[in-house]
């Protein structure tokens, strides 16, 4: 039977099946602000002309072990860099700078064109911290730096750099997102869908972790586990986790998942 457009829709709906979801974005929004508010660092940096092509850099203190940075996800749609602050607690405790670059959203911008203003951050943030670079991102964050470990998205330099991605409940195949509602804005088409999914593409020679929570939509599981076994990367399956607190592990340096990105 050919499922409707609303029946799709659902396939990749979040929220909707979380109870009380918005308490999650509230408490990401408050935790950011205060560790922001406690903690020196350059913020609202551009790295581009588009508003909101800034990032925010927090160094611990001394000399940093790397540079850690978190993509947000938002479906490509929402959210700000602000909301997330808070995400990059655990690789901080462990003694990295900790970056969360800002991306322009559709319609303003199509996927091809987020993917390479994260490629423009990551390749600033890359001139100011030395060191190995571990690259992190959630959702449609998770799409974007698979994007990031694929040939020919960042200079050569910055890539060899890459010690770890952390690619978490992603977004790795664009192509079914085309009859959904949200493409009415994304507005993939067919030759962009496929340049820009990771499972069609090859990784580089970088360690690659694909994290998804346990209880997770059945689609997200799936978008996870083509990911994995198209890069024959290493799948992290977190019981009892969903699609919002799957990134909790990410501000607590003993986790798996930051054992895994930080070695």
């Given amino acids: 039977m050919v499922k409707t457009r609303q029946e799709l829709d659902l396939e990749y709906e979040n929220g909707g099946f979380i109870p009380d979801a918005q308490s999650y974005a509230d408490a990401w929004e408050a935790a950011s602000a205060a560790f922001r ?28 072990k790397g540079l850690f940075v978190f993509v947000h996800g ?18 901080f405790s462990a ?47 998770g799409h974007l730096v698979a994007r990031m470990a694929m040939a020919g998205v960042l200079p050569k330099d910055v890539a060899d750099r890459l010690s770890h991605v952390l690619s978490i409940s992603p977004v790795s195949d664009l192509r079914p997102l085309i009859p959904l509602t949200m ?10 869908a496929k340049a820009e999914s990771p499972v069609l593409g090859k990784p580089l020679d970088v360690p690659v972790t694909v994290v998804v929570g346990a209880q997770e939509r059945p689609v997200f599981l799936d978008q996870a586990r083509w990911l994995s076994e198209a890069w024959g990367a290493k799948q992290m399956i977190l019981p009892g986790r969903h699609h919002f607190d799957v990134i909790d592990g990410l501000r607590d340096a003993d986790s798996p998942m930051m054992k895994a990105a930080l070695g």
């Fill in 37 to 64: 508010e406690a903690h020196a660092g350059e913020y609202d940096v551009a790295y581009g002309e588009n508003p909101r092509a800034k990032f925010d850099l927090i160094r611990p203190e001394g000399t940093p």
């Fill in 183 to 192: 493409n009415d804005t994304l507005r993939l088409d067919a030759a962009e």
């Fill in 95 to 141: 003694g990295w700078a900790i970056a969360h670059p800002g991306y322009p959203l559709a319609p303003d911008a199509r996927i091809s064109e987020i993917t390479t203003h994260i490629a423009q951050a990551v390749t600033a943030l890359a001139a100011r911290v030395d060191g190995p670079i571990v690259l992190a991102g959630h959702s449609a964050g």
């Fill in 74 to 91: 938002g479906y490509w749609l929402q959210r700000h860099k602000d909301d997330w602050t808070c995400f990059g607690e655990g690789a």
